[in-house]
């Protein structure tokens, strides 16, 4: 290798001029280094005759963001720099990268664990010479955004000093420039749907609800990367700006510099009709199934009506395993297994299947049931083997099944069937055997309850009550002790009082804690009595619960041929009341003789 003799140059490009510098003096690029002795930075216009020496760090002490932002904007740094052959460091062995962002706007270091960081005295100053050596080496400019370098530099040394080496790879980050703001395309987001958990075929909404957000389009800023080269922002894509014309009567918007947000007007689903959206309230279909529809899950909150009007009678209108969840539902067809409906009012003209499930918080009018209903009130035309609970139910033809109401009513009556009731029962006709036919106020969910928590209420108080009690008697006993005492206490004031003498202080405190103990006392039994009352008055209450099955009353116009059985369950000790009366008895109800039950019949 020939002897490489150092040389100072003046360069704009360091890496250039040290493959220079190693061509003319026929030694390996690889073997040589520099020191940077100084550097200068200019900056123009294009349209600028000279470059103008940036006097300061800070670029933008003699121009602006604006102008630096500008593809018209020029930057060039110069370096005086003194070439020389490589050669270790005697105490840092530095091992690192310089790694920039896609823009190569932001600049970081990344130094390996296996580096030899010794915590030496001008040491900070040596990794800080190793890193710009590094940047100018990648064509980065120096000087301009590195100004918390120092900062980072002393934050990895006490981090060494407190942990020792390194262990993993450690990220320095030497600064960022004038970052490129990327543009805003315009974009329509569906917030209905995002909002939208169950996938349903339709997404209810309530009124201001927001349903639609169309974002602006907003231009970016164009950026100046470390290495002095602009940074172009493309101008943003307006693709939707005539997509969203909105019904105003069902649709409202409100719009800032950011979006145009809309909002759901009434509550409904949303729906896309010629280019117009509006909140629709009435959705009909033909069929609801996985495979068509999915589930159709608005709630009850919104006011969704879905008509299901099926024109091939041998399929289902609702198929197996579907969901609803409507206000309304009118269903022309039939209703397939494992499937669920919940509304507010419910109409199906054919029938549900025997593994169908129906809640309905107001009316429910089926044509034929086999399934499971439970309404506040059901009118059946057949029932056949299913199942309803509801407050008032009325049905034309019940084959089987089970039903339990508050009220029920039954035109004709056929086999097998169990109808429980808490008030009443009233049969036009009955042309089976097997029907039971019972009075169970406990059956009913809302007098259960209601008896459950007077129960409750009662146990609890009267517990606390005795409790109480006890340590009233207590502190009774302890007040009647004190009461000898606090005579003689008293005795003692008054003959001080007619001395015109004054009583003394101790006295005085003991008597008025004996005032202020009799005081609460009696608070204590006052206290006592209204749990007392409140236990009374609960206790009626519940005993008028108990009372249900004397009301209850059970009517049937037609004539018994004793093969149906009566069954009257008393609520307070569920003992059975049982009758299989035969011939013209019309009215069947319980009567009370001296604390007995007995059944009274009238034709």
Partial sequence: MSTFVPITVVSQNVVQDLKKAALEQRVPVDALDFDLFSYETYFKETTDEEWQRLRESDLLSQTTEIEVRSPHFLLRQEYQIHIRLQKPHPYLNLNFTIATDKTKSK???????????????????????????????????????????????????????????????????????FLPILPINDKVILHYKEAN??????????PGDLILEYILPKYGR????????????????????NYIVIDPETVRSEQDE???????????????????????????????SFKKTGSIETGLDKDVSLKINKKISSEDAVGMGVNIDVLKLDVSGTIGSNSKIQACEVNIGAQTHKRSQINVSEIANIHLHRGNLKAKEANITILEAGKVEADIIRIQKMMGGEIIAREIHIDTLYSNARVIALESITIQNIEGDG???????????????????????????????????????????????KSARIKEIQERVLVKQKKGELPLKADLVRLQQYKAESESLHEFAEKLKEVETDIQLIGEKLEQLYEADLHAIITHYGVYNGHSRILFIDPKTHQEHSISPEGKVTKVRLKKENDEKKFQLES
């Fill in 107 to 177: 600049v970081i270091v990344i130094i390996d664990p296996t580096s030899k960081i010794p915590l030496k005295k001008g040491i900070q100053e040596w990794i800080k010479e190793a890193i710009i050596r590094k940047m100018l080496r990648h064509g980065l400019l120096i000087g301009l955004y590195d100004q918390g370098l120092d900062r980072e530099i002393n934050r990895l040394i006490i981090k060494i000093q407190k942990e020792g080496p390194l262990a993993f790879l450690y990220r320095l980050t030497i600064g960022e420039f």
């Fill in 197 to 206: 958990k169950t996938n349903s075929l339709i997404e209810g909404v309530s």
């Fill in 222 to 241: 164009d950026g100046r990367a470390c290495t002095g080269e602009h940074i172009a922002v493309p101008d943003p894509s307006t693709k939707y700006a």
């Fill in 258 to 288: 950011e979006s145009i947000r809309f909002f759901a007007s009434v509550s409904g689903f949303v729906e896309r009709k010629q280019g117009i959206i509006f909140i629709s309230q009435e959705l009909q279909i033909e069929s609801a």
């Fill in 435 to 481: 029907n039971n036919l019972i009075i169970d106020p406990h059956a009913i969910e809302s007098y259960h309850d209601k008896i459950t928590e007077l129960e409750i209420t009662i146990r609890d108080k009267t517990s606390r009550l005795q409790i109480e009690s006890k340590e009233f008697i207590a502190r009774k006993l302890t007040l009647k002790e």
